[in-house]
């Protein structure tokens, strides 16, 4: 079997093509791409070498222009779900909720919690991105190459559910501010600074982590799947096209992540609603003093499991979108400055 991670010489001597012959799909996964048969822009940029401090950087950058700008984009959609959420009898519809919104607080009112949201998500997305490289690198170097290979899949949510579990320490105070500003109305507050600023004044900056727990039920198996799903979706679909993943041009490369971002930020959106819920319900509702079984319970009891499942379609169109447009940015931007792909033959 070939090397698990091999190093960029291995790659070029392993994938250059001889006498006219096309190399053998199967014996290629783990190395993702073909980087000396990318066209000249990506041949060119070669500089960094794989799994160095550099490379989990440059993911890490990449992770940020992923998850930020894309989050950002999608807030008034977030908006009306979050409100929705917290009281389906708000709004009848989301149309009807931008409308309600901007009739009262005007068109920036779609807009509320994003300066949050971009703050938090280029966090996320840069720790995400950035830790799940260097977990999947060291958990394969760990239980070796042979296991690493024939169990892959467990490799991708350990090294996921690792980097998302110390991502959301970053994440979680940005995205208490952003679900108060967005569940109150009029909002909590003006701006990302002015939010943190009241809820540290009135709880201590601990207010800012009270739901740190919910949201690692939420974010950890939303990661887990969205990064294993996206891995083993995209070399199902390269596994089914008649040429190797090295042979098709940039534009079909992420193509092909656009289409398995899609499919595994539907799955991601439908196993973590439930704790999506329960984040914006408990960052706008929960008690001073009041535990976290005790607000779960109380929570739950008013709005049962039915209630659980509130505005997961609006849900599903958001995230699968999004997930898909984060793998496509994520992807493309690691052929820019010369990276192999993720995912995939």
Not at 21 to 48: M, Q, Y
Not at 316 to 344: E, H, N, R
Request: proline share 5%; net charge positive; glycine share 10%.
């Amino acid at each position: 079997m070939a090397p698990l991670f091999p190093s960029l010489e291995t790659i070029d001597s392993r994938y250059r093509v001889s006498h006219g012959k096309t190399a053998d799909k199967s014996g290629r996964f783990w190395v993702h791409d073909a980087v000396s048969n990318v066209p000249s822009l990506v041949k060119e940029k070669k500089s960094i070498e794989l799994f160095s401090s550099e490379y989990y950087w440059t993911c890490a950058f990449g992770g940020a222009l992923a998850c930020g700008p894309t989050h950002s984009a999608v807030t008034p959609l977030d908006l009306v779900k979050c409100r929705r959420q917290v009281d389906p009898t708000l709004y009848k519809s989301n149309m009807q909720g931008w409308k309600s919104i901007i009739k009262n607080e005007g068109f920036g009112g779609i807009f509320s919690g994003i300066g949050a949201t971009f703050i938090g998500y280029s966090f996320q997305g840069a720790g995400k991105y950035g830790l799940y490289e260097l977990f999947k690198k060291k958990y394969s170097d760990l239980v070796g190459e042979k296991v690493a290979y024939e169990y892959r899949t467990y490799v991708y949510l350990a090294a996921s559910a690792s980097a998302e579990f110390f991502t959301d320490f970053f994440l979680c105070p940005w995205e208490a501010i952003k679900v108060r500003t967005q569940t109150t109305i009029p909002p909590f507050a003006s701006s990302v600074f002015d939010g943190y600023r009241k809820i540290t004044a009135a709880e201590g900056f601990g207010g800012l982590y009270k739901g740190l727990v919910p949201l690692w039920f939420r974010q950890i198996p939303y990661t887990m799947l969205k990064f294993a799903s996206f891995e083993r979706t995209v070399e199902k679909i390269y596994d089914t096209l008649p040429k190797p993943k090295s042979e098709y041009s940039t534009l079909q490369q992420t193509g092909v992540s656009f289409l398995g971002g899609y499919i595994a930020g539907i799955l991601c959106a439908t196993v973590s609603h439930p704790s999506d819920v329960m984040v914006s319900k408990i960052n706008a509702d929960r008690q001073p003093g009041e535990t976290m079984g005790a607000v779960l319970k109380r929570i739950y009891g008013n709005i049962g499991f039915v209630g659980l499942w509130n505005g997961l379609p609006v849900r599903i169109v958001m995230i699968g979108t999004l997930t898909a447009m984060q793998w496509l940015i994520y992807d493309s931007f690691k052929l820019y400055v010369g990276l192999p792909t993720t995912g995939g033959h």
